[in-house]
């Protein structure tokens, strides 16, 4: 079992920034995947960004530019740096964990980006 649990969330105006972490404890092994999705109010959740224990990256399109991923192994914990935030980003952003074809999620965070 692993569990993941999210901070970092909360209220922000368009333009601005805020720094998601994630930490990751139990049946954590060195390879694995680490990443964010998140689901807007009344859509499906979609995926937002992943990083693996190698450390390569890769982004929705919808963020790239703007979202930075990264993971810091010593302290299991994975990290979502969102700039220039607008109000499409809005939504409850979920961490998950990947390895061995077992998915693992956190609870979620909410991130509210105002006009």
């Known amino acids: 079992q692993v569990q993941l649990v999210e901070s970092g969330g909360g209220l922000v105006q368009a333009g601005g920034s805020l720094r998601l972490s994630c930490v990751a404890s139990?049946?954590?092994?060195?390879?694995?995947?680490l990443g964010w999705y998140r689901q807007a109010p009344g859509k499906q959740r979609e995926w937002t960004a992943t990083?693996?224990?190698?450390?390569?990256?890769s982004y929705a399109d919808s963020v790239k530019g703007r979202f930075t991923i990264s993971r810091d192994n010593a302290k299991n914990t994975v990290y979502l740096q969102m700039n220039s935030l607008n109000p499409e980003d809005t939504a409850v952003y979920y961490c998950?964990?990947?390895?061995?074809?077992?998915?693992?999620w956190g609870k979620g965070t909410l991130v509210t980006v105002s006009s």
């Open positions: 139990g049946s954590i092994f060195s390879i694995n995947v």
């Open positions: 990083v693996t224990s190698g450390g390569s990256t």
């Open positions: 998950y964990h990947l390895m061995g074809g077992i998915i693992y």
